[in-house]
């Protein structure tokens, strides 16, 4: 009976843990060089994750530090371009949390492929953002983009 009451209760805070990861410490990762961003992409990568995976009803908390840190490197990166064209700008005024997955999107396309085109790195972020809607994340998108 001690076994099942210490499994099910370390059953529960591995769930808890995974469904509830906290990115505030990611706010302190210093990015003032190209190798911070190289040292740091892992940390970005997991945070486009998290936000590609959790639904817009999820940890407003979490979302909210994941899509600062990914701002943050984004707008620093010495290496990783994005452009903010005409899809860029309708998905935001549309459904403005939809922005991040776009970029991160390209980002990620971008680190895989550095020499990406825009063209490429633009269809990247529309399909992370289509997947991201057709998991059914409580997205609300109406019209066409």
């Known amino acids: 009976m001690k076994n099942l009451i210490l499994f099910c ?4 805070i591995s769930l808890a843990t995974l469904s509830g990861q906290d990115f505030t410490a990611m706010a302190n990762i210093k990015l003032d060089k190209e190798e911070d961003y190289r040292n740091s992409e892992k ?3 997991q945070c486009i994750e998290y936000l590609n995976e959790v639904g817009l009803d999820g940890n407003e908390i979490s ?3 994941a899509k600062m840190f990914s701002l943050r490197w984004l707008t620093g990166s ?3 371009t994005l452009e903010i064209g005409t899809i860029a700008t309708k998905l935001a005024k549309k459904n403005p949390d939809l922005l991040m997955n776009y970029m991160g999107g390209w980002a ?5 492929n550095p020499d990406l085109s825009m063209e490429a790195g633009n269809l990247a972020g529309v399909r992370t953002v289509y997947d991201y809607i ?3 994340n409580g997205v609300k998108l109406y ?3």
């Open 78 to 80: 010495p290496y990783v």
């Open 134 to 136: 057709k998991a059914g």
């Open 143 to 145: 019209g066409t983009l």
């Open 43 to 45: 940390e970005f990568k």
């Open 9 to 12: 209760t370390l059953f529960l």
């Open 63 to 65: 979302r909210q530090y």
């Open 108 to 112: 990620l396309a971008a680190l895989e």
